[in-house]
């Protein structure tokens, strides 16, 4: 029989599968003996089966009664009992955080009689028909489906009517009369009325939190930060503290360290007399933590002393929510905080030095993404000028963009190729749409805690809240900054997450603190316990202390060579040849296409020689001593030659004038038309083009060769490899590397020196892979050129499948992440490991490495330590993010 119901005290923090993040760490609270209000946890496993077949699982209602009849007993009165009435909450509670977007319904177990009960037991009226009128309200919006706007309606009509501004100004009567307002509406909308009886209220309140796993906010969101679909929610009820139960209660959230910087600290917001969600909303402003202290000695003690004792149980940074009722207080929730890049790398090593982690686990604390993220430009405190706004800094980094006020515009702009940054009085679940396709979010309203400050912060989005100089103006589409300055849709702000700024139109920006150390080795040491520089270094030492894989970079300049080098690069592991045949080259490249004969031929050839060989002295020379894959000219010819239409049009229009056209651009357009392929991508490109057009390979083999021999005799050590592309069998590599052969041999002989050049392969097609073993007969290395691999694996074009379906492939789940960015280990994965196993099987000291987009993706180095490969390469600004990820899959 499997069992459903957990209570508080049987589960722990290692049971988020089952419990959720929220359900196990309520549980692991409870053990560590921290004021927890009791409840139970129904688990993901329930939802599951909910979701499946679309109806409650068997024996779930009595495992809940039996653990509500639990509940009751301890707490020596029943849900809902009319004189004095126990109250739950009932809230989702996935294994990953999924901040708002999932139903919460509080104060289930008032009725209309009960809610009397609640007023005399409370001795307080307004409480407790402001709880009725809440829980009706979520109850109808959430279990019911009545239009939530509807309510709101409501309530600003009644606000109206009385004249207040704030719902604290309504009374108890008012309330009353809302309540009615809302049951009415229910019944209008939906023909059913709002549930009397407590336990119904339960049962539908927990299958409708399972129904909000499916909503759209919940899908959009779990697409975004690419969690499975099918984990399903736990749902946790929880007996009902008050924190609005006058100025002795309140409820705020914290953090055990600055969720921002890293900064060790207490931080924090407060409400008085609010309950968790009104902190979380950000509909009124809360007050720092430290206020606490003056409003409430004990219970912020108490606070402190919880926050402690949770920071070194998890031996990391947390985050809590608290309620205070009545001067007594509870812990709601905690969990292992989100956390900015920074304070991410700061926070590491902080504890590090603590004694609290290894220097393994600071390092395992610690993303690439992240250190990507830090190596972004931040805005140029010189040219900033007057701030529109200050607010909180929620979420760090710069943004420029043009100001629009809802979610649909914000959607419809940047869909269109628009920068734009989202301002809002203060955000919901709703606007999540509108923050994805944002720069930044701009808030009047709201705290660090905010939902805005919360969501951005997880999606690493620039984000200032709370900016309450501004006066957002949603409906007239503009807001207005303190000095009077108006600012409508449409017009350009840039916005500094880290500062809290706002700065009308575009602000320069400038090279981040962490680039500039990477760059020069400058920064660090600063004056408050570790700065982010001094982090990034450690944790990068770290890693290359652990890492198994080299970490090489893809450049074909001396000055890409030279920055990865910087950056930590171990070599080059591709130096594509292509753009050395650009620019001035483009004729000397159209006189080998058009040559009528092999003398016109070799001598296009002949004149590109030296240049070629130039360009390869400039990197070997930046490289000196590390290893340098060359690989050989990859792109069909036709991709150097002048556009088809253009030329036409160039020869239609001379013939319009009765003159002759040019006979070059005659001749260009014959071999346009010549070598035109409807898939070049699969046509006369790589190792085809080297066996097809004469000359070619030994062009650039010479130049390879006599580039080594200059550096040789100039001292130098260089280390070049040649790398054939697109082979697809032995038999081509055998061809091609024979011929490379003999060029070096000759030039080893004129120059007598022994030029030791390795002569290996990619690895990019299907059929390449899968027959490794004999491809490695003739390959002293491979390289996985994983963008040809997955597009012929797939049978995507590179070139276009993005731009096409893949967003509708992502809408349907097909995959969570395109198979550009990260390897698709199941096919892709599956054809490197064969080819891996196959080659050294034929060749036990074969080199391989990766040099296509994916060896700089995170994901993707952990794959490839894990298959075995010896480096991964990738563009010189991904290396220090490769080294980290290397270091991290190593631990
Ligand atoms: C590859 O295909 O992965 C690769 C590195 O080569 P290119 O991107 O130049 O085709
Ligand atoms: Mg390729």
């Given at each position: 029989m499997v069992r459903y119901v957990y209570d508080f005290t049987e589960g722990g923090r290692d049971m988020a599968d089952l419990l959720g993040g929220k359900g196990s760490n309520l549980a692991e609270m409870t053990r560590l003996g921290l004021p927890v209000p009791p409840g139970f946890t129904v688990t993901t496993e329930a939802c599951r089966a909910f979701l499946e077949t679309g109806s409650e699982p068997e024996g779930l209602w009595e495992e809940v009664s039996a653990h509500l009849a639990g509940l009751e007993a301890s707490a020596g009165r029943s849900l809902g009992q009319p004189d004095d009435p126990l109250l739950l909450s009932v809230r989702s509670g996935a294994k990953f955080s999924m901040p708002g977007m999932m139903e919460t319904i509080l104060d289930i177990g008032l009725n209309d009689d009960s809610v009397l009960g609640l007023a005399k037991a409370s001795g307080n009226e307004r409480f407790a028909w402001d709880s009725y009128r809440r829980l009706v309200q979520m109850f109808g919006s959430t279990v019911m489906g009545v239009d939530s706007s509807r309510f709101e309606r409501s309530l600003a009509l009644l606000k109206d009517l009385r004249g207040v501004q704030d719902d604290v100004h309504l009374t108890a009567s008012d309330l009353a009369e809302l309540v009615e307002t809302y049951k009415n509406l229910i019944h209008l909308e939906t023909g059913d009325h709002f549930p009397q009886s407590p336990a119904e209220q339960l049962r539908r309140a927990i299958l409708a939190v399972f129904e909000s796993w499916n909503g759209e906010r919940a899908r959009l969101y779990r697409r975004r930060e690419h969690i499975a679909d099918d984990l399903g929610t736990a749902v946790n009820v929880q007996r009902m503290v008050f924190g609005n139960l006058g100025a002795h209660s309140g409820s705020g959230v914290a953090f055990t360290r600055d969720p921002a910087t890293g900064r060790s600290g207490l931080y924090g917001d407060y409400l008085p007399d609010a309950q968790g969600e009104d902190v979380v909303a950000g509909i009124?402003?809360?007050?720092?933590?430290?206020?606490?202290?003056?409003?409430?000695?004990?219970?912020?003690?108490?606070?402190?002393?919880?926050?402690?004792?949770?920071?070194?149980?998890?031996?990391?940074?947390?985050?809590?929510?608290?309620?205070?009722?009545?001067?007594?207080?509870?812990?709601?929730?905690?969990?292992?905080?989100?956390?900015?890049?920074?304070?991410?790398?700061?926070?590491?090593?902080?504890?590090?030095?603590?004694?609290?982690?290894?220097?393994?686990?600071?390092?395992?604390?610690?993303?690439?993404?992240?250190?990507?993220?830090?190596m972004f430009p931040r805005f140029d405190a010189s040219a900033t000028g007057t701030a529109l706004a200050h607010g909180v800094p929620a979420s760090p980094g710069a943004a420029v963009g043009t100001v629009v006020f809802d979610s649909a515009q914000a959607v419809r702009r940047a869909a269109a190729g628009e920068k734009v940054v989202l301002v809002r009085q203060e955000t919901t679940p709703d606007d999540l749409p509108g923050m994805i396709a944002a720069q930044a979010v701009l808030t009047s309203r709201g705290g660090k805690t905010s939902h805005a400050a919360v969501v951005a912060r997880g999606m690493g989005k620039v984000c200032v809240c709370g900016a309450e100089e501004l006066t957002v103006d949603t409906e007239a589409r503009r807001f207005t900054a303190a000095d009077g300055t108006v600012v409508e849709e449409g017009t350009v702000v840039s916005v500094d997450g880290s500062a809290g700024a706002v700065y009308a139109g575009s602000v320069p920006l400038v090279d981040s603190a962490v680039i500039r150390y990477l760059e020069d080795g400058r920064g660090g040491g600063g004056s408050q316990g570790v700065d982010v520089v001094d982090a990034v270094a450690r944790a990068l030492a770290r890693a290359d202390t652990v890492r198994r894989l080299e970490v090489r970079a893809n450049a074909d300049t001396p000055e890409d060579a030279v920055r990865a080098r910087r950056f930590g690069a171990q070599g080059i592991g591709l130096c594509r040849t292509e753009h050395m045949f650009l620019g001035d080259r483009r004729k000397l490249v159209e006189q080998m296409i058009l040559a009528g004969t092999d003398a016109e031929r070799d001598r296009a050839l002949a004149d590109l020689l030296p240049l070629q060989r130039r360009d390869f002295v400039g990197i070997l020379e930046a490289m000196d001593g590390l290893p340098v894959t060359i690989r050989l000219l990859d792109p069909p010819l036709h991709e150097f030659l002048p556009d088809h239409t253009e030329l036409a049009v160039r020869i239609a229009t001379a013939q319009a004038r009765g003159e002759e056209p040019d006979a070059h651009d005659v001749a260009l357009l014959g071999a346009v038309n010549r070598m035109h392929e409807e898939n070049p991508m699969l046509g006369l490109r790589g190792v085809r083009l080297g066996l097809v057009v004469p000359g070619l390979v030994a062009m650039q083999v010479r130049a390879i060769g006599e580039a080594v021999t200059e550096r040789l005799s100039a001292g130098g050590a260089p280390q070049a490899e040649i790398m054939v592309p697109l082979v697809g069998d032995v038999r081509e590599l055998r061809l091609v590397r024979a011929e490379v052969q003999r060029v070096l041999a000759e030039i080893s002989r004129a120059a007598g020196v022994v030029l030791d050049c390795p002569v290996g392969t990619m690895i990019e097609l299907p059929r390449a892979a899968l027959t490794a073993g004999r491809i490695a007969e003739e390959a002293e290395f491979f390289s996985f050129g994983t963008n040809d691999l997955t597009q012929t694996t797939w049978g995507f074009s590179r070139d276009d499948v993005e731009a096409e379906f893949f967003s509708a492939y992502l809408d349907k789940g097909v995959f969570s992440t395109s198979p550009f960015e990260a390897l698709d280990r199941e096919g892709v994965g599956r054809l490197v490991n064969i080819a891996v196993a196959e080659g050294r099987a034929t060749r036990p000291d074969l080199k391989i490495g990766v040099c296509g987009e994916h060896g700089g993706d995170p994901d993707s180095v952990h794959f490839f330590h894990t298959a075995g490969l010896d480096y991964v390469s990738c563009s010189p600004f991904r290396v220090p993010v490769a080294r980290l990820e290397a270091g991290r899959a190593a631990l």
């Open positions: 009124r402003n809360t007050v720092p933590l430290a206020e606490l202290k003056r409003l409430d000695a004990r219970s912020y003690d108490g606070l402190r002393t919880h926050m402690r004792t949770l920071e070194r149980h998890y031996r990391d940074l947390c985050d809590i929510e608290f309620t205070i009722e009545r001067g007594t207080l509870w812990m709601l929730q905690t969990r292992v905080g989100k956390r900015t890049a920074e304070a991410a790398f700061v926070l590491a090593a902080e504890l590090a030095d603590e004694g609290l982690i290894t220097p393994d686990e600071a390092l395992a604390r610690v993303s690439g993404e992240g250190l990507a993220r830090l």
